[in-house]
C-alpha cells in the first residue's frame, strides 16, 4: 500500500503506511518482508530526491538478496533499475557506487533501522 501510495503523490500516507509496514515485518521476523518493504522505502526516497539515501537502502537490500539467494520479483526490478539510472545521473557513478557500498556493509537490521529513521524524518520535514 505504501508503495501504490507513493506513486499517487501521498508521500505523507506513504511514509505512515511504510513506517508501519517496516514495524510489522520487524516485529514478525520476516526478513523478506522487511526488504520488500526497504525496496518501497528506497523508492519513495528516489521519489523525494533523495538519492543516496535510496542507494543505500538497495546496497544492503541487493546484498541480502544475494547472500540469501532471494530473487527480486520483476516488477520490483524494474522500480529499482529506475532509481539506479536516475541516481547516476544525478549524482554520477562514482557517488552510485560508494552509496550502493555503503548500503552492501550494512545489514538489514543496521538498515532497517536507517529507514525508520528517514520516514521519521521524512515525516517531520513534511509536516
Not at 547472500?67 to 539510472?85: K, L, W
Not at 537490521?109 to 524524518?121: F, I, R, S
Request: with cysteine; aromatic share 8%.
Amino acid at each position: 500500500m505504501g508503495f501504490v501510495l507513493t506513486l499517487q503523490g501521498d508521500q505523507a500516507g506513504a511514509k505512515d503506511c511504510l513506517r508501519q509496514s517496516m514495524e510489522f515485518a520487524i516485529d514478525a521476523g520476516d526478513e523478506t518482508r522487511v526488504g520488500n518493504v526497504l525496496e518501497s522505502v528506497a523508492y519513495l526516497a528516489y521519489r523525494q530526491g533523495a538519492f543516496t539515501e535510496a542507494l543505500i537502502i538497495l546496497g544492503t537490500v541487493n546484498e541480502w538478496r544475494d547472500f540469501h539467494a532471494v530473487p527480486r520479483p520483476s516488477s520490483i526490478n524494474r522500480d529499482c533499475d529506475e532509481i539506479v539510472q536516475a541516481a547516476r545521473v544525478a549524482l554520477g557513478q562514482s557517488v552510485l557506487a560508494a552509496s550502493l557500498q555503503r548500503g552492501g556493509e550494512m545489514t538489514l537490521e543496521q538498515v532497517a533501522e536507517y529507514a525508520l529513521d528517514y520516514l521519521g524524518q521524512a515525516n517531520s520535514a513534511s509536516s
